[in-house]
C-alpha cells in the first residue's frame, strides 16, 4: 500500500467516524428518557461498516460486510429485546434503525460513494431531529388527502 492509498484510506475511515459521531450526538441529545446509544457506540457502529467494507475488498469476499452487519444487527436487536422485557415496553426502534444505517455509511464511505454517504447522513439526521415537526404534520394529514396524493 503505497502512501498515497494510506492517506486516502484515513481519510475515509475519518470521515466514516465523523458521520457515526454525528448521528450519536443527535442521538444522545435527542431528549429520550430510554436513550440506547452513545456517541462512542454511533461511532464503532460506522467503523464496524468501513472495516467490513475495506475487508471485503481486500479479500475479495462480500460475505465479510454481512458478517459485520449481523454483528451490529444481534448486538441492536439484544438490546432492543432486554429493554423491551425489562424496562419500557413502549420503546420505538429508531436508534436502533440508525446504528444500522450507520453502519451501512460506513460501507459506503470505503466503498467511493461518500457524497451518497454524506447525503444520506444528513436526511437521516433531519428526520432524526424533527420528531415533533414530523409527528404534528402526520397527525394533520387526513387518510382522504393522503389518497388524492397517491393517486396524482
Do not use: C
Not at 459485520?68 to 438490546?79: A, E, Y
Request: negative net charge; glycine residues 8%; proline residues 1%.
Amino acid at each position: 500500500m503505497d502512501q498515497h492509498e494510506l492517506i486516502s484510506f484515513f481519510i475515509k475511515f475519518g470521515l466514516a467516524a465523523v458521520i457515526g459521531m454525528l448521528i450519536g450526538l443527535e442521538r444522545s441529545q435527542g431528549g429520550e428518557d430510554n436513550f440506547k446509544g452513545h456517541v462512542r457506540d454511533f461511532v464503532i457502529f460506522s467503523l464496524v461498516g468501513a472495516v467490513s467494507a475495506f475487508a471485503a475488498v481486500e479479500y475479495a469476499n462480500a460475505w465479510l460486510i454481512a458478517i459485520g452487519f449481523i454483528g451490529v444487527l444481534v448486538l441492536q436487536v439484544s438490546g432492543y429485546w432486554a429493554e423491551h422485557r425489562l424496562d419500557n415496553p413502549d420503546s420505538g426502534i429508531t436508534t436502533e434503525a440508525a446504528a444500522l444505517i450507520t453502519f451501512f455509511l460506513g460501507v459506503l464511505v470505503v466503498r467511493d460513494a461518500e457524497e451518497l454517504a454524506i447525503a444520506i447522513a444528513i436526511v437521516v439526521l433531519l428526520v432524526l431531529s424533527e420528531k415533533s415537526m414530523i409527528e404534528k404534520f402526520s397527525s394533520q394529514i387526513q387518510r382522504f388527502e393522503l389518497q388524492a396524493a397517491l393517486k396524482l
